[in-house]
């Protein structure tokens, strides 16, 4: 298996709503990572996370929250969210936090109303 | 601050015929450049991952390149097919920098009959 999984694929969500996004990946890997990339831009960093530890935060907002439950999984909690906030969200996985290869799930369009 | 450029910004080719996209990069201390495709909406997904040694890899119809004299990497595509329509990514990791990456902007690639 060697896919990072993603769900939802598409969310709909109000500024006053709160949801999650889930990010799965059983390659054994133990860094994971969400990026925001907006529409014809490149991927943007927002947190890593290494041996289920959150390892770098790229000053994002609190609204952002992110988890990890186990090496496993990765979520991302969403609350109080403003329109601009509205992208694609990938997740990604390595093997470690250095060098190795990403690899990176469908991503999960948001759309913030 | 790092860098890393790519041309053309987008590109139309006949589905049967060859092109070669380039990306210039900054990145010090260098240490891997990876070439990445991504799909419209979906998640990018490795091609090729070259180290400082490294002139050429393959895989399948993509060939990569690295001059890491110059910094230059170019990825040349062979007898296009359709479905190599995306944007294609040039991705350049530092030594040292624990898992951050800096992403060029791609190249949107457009096949056509």
């Known amino acids: 298996d060697t896919e990072v999984t993603q769900t939802p694929k598409h969310l709909v969500m109000g500024m006053t709503n709160k949801k999650s996004l889930k990010c799965e990946q059983h390659m054994g890997h133990r860094a994971m990572y969400w990026y925001k990339q907006k529409a014809k831009k490149p991927p943007e960093l927002m947190f890593v996370y290494s041996y289920e530890k959150l390892s770098i935060n790229e000053s994002v907002p609190s609204r952002f929250s992110p988890e990890c439950p186990n090496s496993s999984l990765l979520n991302l909690h969403l609350h109080a969210l403003q329109p601009e906030d509205s992208a694609l969200y990938l997740c990604?996985?390595?093997?470690?936090?250095?060098?190795?290869?990403?690899?990176f799930g469908s991503g999960t369009q948001l759309s913030v109303l | 601050k790092n860098q890393v450029e790519q041309s053309p910004q987008s590109l139309i080719i006949l589905e049967g015929k060859n092109c070669t996209l380039q990306c210039n990069y900054t990145v010090s201390p260098f240490s891997n450049l990876r070439w990445y495709k991504q799909d419209t909406g979906r998640g990018p997904v490795s091609l090729t991952i070259m180290t400082f040694s490294e002139n050429t890899k393959s895989n399948g119809r993509y060939t990569a390149t690295l001059d890491a004299d110059t910094k230059q990497s170019s990825l040349h595509i062979t007898a296009s097919q359709l479905s190599d329509s995306a944007s294609y990514i040039c991705v350049v990791s530092a030594t040292g920098t624990a898992s951050k990456l800096t992403f060029g902007t791609g190249t949107r690639l457009q096949v056509t009959l």
């Open positions: 990604a996985s390595s093997q470690g936090i250095l060098l190795e290869k990403l690899f």
